[in-house]
């Protein structure tokens, strides 16, 4: 199983000081966080992608370059590639270049995004969402599988006789995720073509991500590519820890209050016991996230959400710090000893390679 962190990247004040960071402090912090994330013992680093203030990681396939090049064996990956406003040839050409710097280590996660105002920027529109996002994939999976492409749809430009440039890495495009919180024509999406299917997890009850997840089990299950209980699943999931629980509330409240997503909403404390949000101890961060199992399966990934709302960086490398001295040994034993044989691993590139050539990934 992999653990990471992902990143929004905003530029909010923090409340308790009143100062907002610079857009190139903010910058420089999500790579200190992704290197920071690597000696700690995470797994993956993944950004988002955003084309509007207050968020600054408009281009993640640069960021990740240049975290490749300062990692060893950190996963680099996108928590929103924008499948429905990005052209999908230069995503399959962009990826494939940082796939081949990073040694393969890379995948990406589709989504639609949060920001309406985005499509028209793009030149869409964004009641074609879903259509955009089902057919630029689609568009994207045979630039990726097929080296000379002829295509027609209904959103962009027809193609002929096109091959994107440099080619998978191995002949083997990296790995796909799709993310979503609320729509299960993605969660449908994601199982037709045998991929992850990675649910946010840090807005919505249980309750609805069980219902996401075993839905795109079922059709995982239905296209033929394994069991239900085989199909490759992400959760999302917000943290903040304190050696003391009551000590985590009282710091992370003003964050929480004025955090632009969320706050003038529910309380910290409704929040907290409606959705997997988890503030207290490490101890509660590991029962919390052992919890998730029980309503979601065996699953591959977890990332979780640590340096947004104005958090200061000293704070959020704390943040690293406990989770990988506290957190991850005993969910990784855990996690561990609890799956079953027949679950697969987390894809990474070389079991991928290992799978195709025959050999056993478990």
Known sequence: MQFGVFTVGDVTPDPTTNRTPTEHERIKA???IARKAEEVGLDVFATGEHHNPPFV???PTTMLGYVAARTER??????????TTDDPVKIAEDFAMLQHLADGRVDLMLGRGNQAQVYPWFGQDIRQGLALA????????RLWHEEVVDWQGEFRTPLQGFTATPRPLDDLPPFVWHGSIRSPEIAEQAAYYGNGFFHNHIFWPPEHTKRMVELYRQRFEH?????ADQAVVGLGGQVFMRRNSQDAVAEFRPYF??????????????FTSQTPLTVGSPQQVIDRTLSFREYVGDYQRQLFLIDHAGLPLKTVLEQLDMLGEEVL?????????????HVPEAPTHESRLRARSGEAVH
Do not use: Q
């Open 257 to 270: 209050d004025d955090a632009p997503v969320y706050g003038g909403g529910p309380s910290l404390e409704e």
């Open 74 to 83: 950190l996963i680099l990956s996108t928590s929103t590639t924008l499948i």
């Open 134 to 141: 089902i057919e630029n994939y689609h568009l994207l999976h």
């Open 57 to 59: 990681p408009s281009s």
């Open 30 to 32: 999500m790579v200190t």
């Open 223 to 227: 296209y033929g590519h394994g069991s």
């Open 329 to 341: 040994p005993v969910l990784r034993e855990e996690f561990d000893a609890l799956k079953p044989s």
